[in-house]
């Protein structure tokens, strides 16, 4: 429907894009990400014809832009632009009614099918009640959503907007979201779409093109390009990606900007001994300290376990729901004596995992032992955990209340 080969775009000599390839379909909704300056207002700009290409080409339903005219793109494309401003004291009804020039003949005027199409468009776009108000007086928002409006009035089989959501509240945002996926599921629409906000590009785009260092680093399903590792590289952010356990789709947790990640131990091992969610905070802050980590045993599918798969924790595994088999309590031992330091959190011990404490006190003595407080109220065992936890302790363990109390004890030692 709408397809690029070969693109690159310039300003004078400054090279912007190059490289640019990628087809798309009637019905889907195509997220242009990427961090600021990376071209994707340039990209959008070339394919709506405002920019020439410094080489390249977009063909748009069949024909190449370069031969298309102004008045016939804009019968088959609509653009909602970044700068939404209106220097004009048009009434809304007159802006969103100028979306039907292109379709109107010379000298024609605005007939009842046009009013209509506008009052339509104008009720998709929550904007009715706003037809009589100047364009000048509304707020960021109500403009946004009334250019959308004009947009849609054009009746365009293909829609370009340049971060549409940016002024608006998040109700407002999740409804133009959802009004997106309207226009490409129930109309068909190819909807091309800048977004800063990853976790709507999430949620509502089917593809996405992430834009970096002049050119596509990446482009996909959103599972695809929204890996830690692409916008490690493309946003310098350290980020948690994970599947939302409601909609289904991936969400992103910012973590931390990566320039202001400085390491503070030489590289050292911990071995940390967690589960049930307890271990999380640690293995991220462990993590951002510089540690190495090796963790376990721990139950496939427990919290911790895929905390550690995102974070890239050596960890060792036993079936979900399973307790800990001479094997794996072996290998635990071994990353327990091979770790510089141990620590242990405040996970709730069972007969499920009450051989991790075992492990922990095969080691303890030999180095430096930090357990997290509260394993007084989470002893599973009838007193057993508690009596081990002792004995660690009496090994010479110190005893925290925090994730932060451990990475501060860990620089002290
Ligand atoms: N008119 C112009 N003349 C010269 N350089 C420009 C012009 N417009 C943009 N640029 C430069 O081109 C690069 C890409 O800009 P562009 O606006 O396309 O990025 P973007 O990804 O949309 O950024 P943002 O996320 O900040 O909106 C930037 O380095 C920008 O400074």
């Not at 007193?383 to 620089?411: C, F, M, P, W």
Request: proline fraction near 3%.
């Amino acid at each position: 429907m709408l397809d690029v080969t070969d693109l690159s775009c310039k300003y004078g000599n400054a090279r912007i894009l190059e490289n640019i390839f990628f087809t798309t379909r009637k019905g889907e909704c195509i997220g242009i990400i990427g961090p600021n300056g990376s071209g994707k207002s340039t990209l959008l700009k070339t394919l709506s014809k405002v920019m020439k290409p410094a080489s390249g080409s977009i063909v748009v339903c069949g024909k190449e832009l370069k031969d298309i005219s102004m008045n016939e793109l804009a019968r088959s494309m609509a653009v909602v632009p970044q700068d939404t401003n209106v220097d004009f004291n048009f009434s809304c009804l007159d802006i969103v009614l100028m979306g039907r020039h292109p379709h109107l003949g010379r000298f024609a005027v605005e007939g009842k099918k046009d009013y209509d199409i506008a009052r339509q468009s104008m009720e998709l776009t929550n904007t009715w009640h706003l037809k009589d108000r100047n364009i000048s007086e509304l707020s960021g928002g109500e403009r946004q959503r009334v250019i959308i409006a004009r947009a849609l009035t054009q009746e365009p089989s293909v829609l370009l907007l340049d971060e549409p959501v940016s002024h608006l509240d998040i109700n407002h945002q999740i409804e133009i979201m959802e009004l997106i996926q309207h226009l490409k599921n129930d109309r068909g629409l190819l909807v091309i779409v800048v977004i800063h906000d990853l976790n709507l590009a999430a949620r509502y785009c089917d593809r996405l093109i992430l834009l970096n260092e002049n050119t596509i680093q990446a482009a996909g399903t959103p599972s695809e390009v929204l890996t830690r590792e692409h916008i490690r590289r493309a946003f310098r952010a350290d980020v948690l990606v994970r599947r939302h356990p409601m909609t289904g789709t991936i969400y992103i947790t910012l973590l931390n900007s990566i320039t202001t990640t400085e390491p503070e131990s030489d590289g050292k091992t911990i071995h940390l001994v967690c589960g049930a969610g307890t271990g999380t905070q640690l293995m991220y802050q462990l993590k951002t300290a510089g540690y190495n980590l090796t963790a376990g045993v721990l139950n496939v599918l427990d919290t911790d376990h895929e905390t550690a798969l995102h974070l890239n924790v050596n960890t060792i595994v036993d079936a979900p729901f399973s307790p800990i088999t001479p094997e794996s309590y072996a290998a635990n031992v071994d990353a327990l004596k091979a770790a510089d330091y141990v620590v242990l959190s405040d996970v709730p011990f069972g007969w499920g995992n009450i051989k991790n404490l075992e492990a922990v006190l095969e080691v303890s003595g030999a180095k430096p032992v930090i357990l997290i407080a509260g394993w007084q109220n989470r002893d599973f065992t009838g007193g057993k955990a508690g009596e081990l936890i002792q004995a660690i302790l009496n090994k010479g363990a110190v005893e925290v209340t925090s994730a932060d109390e451990v990475v501060r004890k860990l620089a002290e030692i």
